[in-house]
């Protein structure tokens, strides 16, 4: 199979992830970090997820690297398969309390991780005004 098929390949199953999950492209690429159309062109086989795309597909998501870039085993590792319900990963308030208070303890103990932290929030929010507006336009509508 040459390259172009391949990206095509991976794309087409990165669709299916989106799909399954039932967000639009924009919600995708906020959870990578990236913008749209870097999303956009992975969906089309344009260019190749990258690795953090690719951390946060099998960390938060559950998706097996194996199905999504060889087509080969399930789609979602094993032992995920029974926290997913229909193929979706539901994430509870007491879940993400749990993280966020992780998060915080630990930049309260190590300043460099708190400095790291709040430099990628301040460089997400002016690579991501549009989105961090539609969002917070929905939640307000909410």
């Known amino acids: 199979m040459n390259r172009k098929k391949r990206l095509e390949a991976i794309g087409s199953r990165l669709r299916r992830v989106r799909m399954q999950l039932g967000y639009s492209q924009k919600k995708m ?22 690795l953090h795309t690719l951390i946060v597909l099998s960390s938060t998501f559950g ?4 199905w999504l870039l060889c087509e080969k085993g399930p789609m979602y ?10 193929g979706i ?3 509870g308030p007491a879940d993400v309390r749990k993280d966020v208070k992780e998060l915080l303890e630990t930049m309260e103990r190590i300043p460099l991780l708190c ?4 430099s990628f929030f301040q ?6 005004k549009e989105l961090i507006e ?6 307000e509508k909410a």
Do not use: R
Request: hydrophobic share 30%; aromatic share 12%.
């Open 29 to 50: 690429a906020s959870y990578f970090g990236i913008q749209q159309s870097g999303y956009t062109k992975n969906e089309m086989g344009g260019s190749v997820p990258g």
């Open 63 to 66: 998706i097996s690297l194996d």
């Open 77 to 86: 590792y094993k032992e995920k398969e029974s926290s997913f319900h229909g």
């Open 89 to 91: 990963s539901e994430i």
């Open 115 to 118: 400095y790291q932290v709040l």
């Open 123 to 128: 460089k997400f929010k002016v690579e991501n």
């Open 134 to 139: 539609s969002v917070i336009k929905e939640a």
